[in-house]
T-cell receptor, first 110, second 114 residues
């Protein structure tokens, strides 16, 4: 089976940095992805880690440690529009079988 | 841009009805997925398909079936809708090649079963 854990809620202020952690237990592992979902919207892809280390995409970075079954999403220079739910997802094999975590609701305060 | 289109944004059905949720993607993706999303539970995989006429069960297939007769279309079927199937249903697709680590989602169908 597969299971992922994330904090349910995180709150931060504009301009701050926030880290959302994800730990996973999976029978197969190909990569870890992050998705953002605003209320009423569809999840949209943010970042992907197939190898250990840090991937940077603008204000967002994602990290993976396969030996620790752990990853995180780092959001810098927070903006009000970053208020959303963030999901980590494990891909069991290439192109297939994505399993999502329960999601972390991020609230950015002025 | 990849477009994944779900046929209905909101749907209201009665208990026992047969319900069809349709999903079409326009980027020739091999893989298609159906998830349901419930508060506090995240997205749970119902079924996925990696080729025409092929299907694989996800984590919660009970009470659902799927059909993939054409590459671009993946249908989710509730044979006899029940109130516990009230949920947001999300369809997604991904390529079976470079870029296969990214899922593209439709805008979702909020299904209410009364």
């Amino acid at each position: 089976g597969q299971s992922l854990e994330q904090p349910s809620e995180v709150t931060a202020v504009e301009g701050a940095i926030v880290q959302i952690n994800c730990t996973y237990q999976t029978s197969g592992f190909y990569g870890l992805s992050w998705y953002q979902q605003h209320d009423g919207g569809a999840p949209t892809f943010l970042s992907y880690n197939g190898l250990d280390g840090l991937e940077e995409t603008g204000r967002f970075s994602s990290f993976l440690s396969r030996s620790d079954s752990y990853g995180y999403l780092l959001l810098q220079e927070l903006q009000m529009k970053d208020s959303a739910s963030y999901f980590c997802a494990v891909q069991g094999s290439y192109g297939q079988n994505f399993v999502f975590g329960p999601g972390t609701r991020l609230s950015v305060l002025p | 841009d990849v477009k994944v289109t779900q046929s209905s944004r909101y749907l209201v059905k009665r208990t026992g009805e047969k319900v069809f949720l349709e999903c079409v993607q326009d980027m020739d993706h091999e893989n298609m997925f159906w998830y349901r999303q419930d508060p506090g539970l995240g997205l749970r995989l119902i079924y996925f398909s990696y080729d025409v006429k092929m299907k694989e069960k996800g984590d919660i297939p009970e009470g659902y079936s799927v059909s993939r007769e054409k590459k671009e279309r993946f249908s989710l079927i509730l044979e006899s809708a029940s109130t516990n199937q009230t949920s947001m249903y999300l369809c997604a697709s991904s390529p079976d090649r470079a870029g296969g680590e990214k899922l593209f989602f439709g805008s979702g169908t909020q299904l209410s079963v009364l």
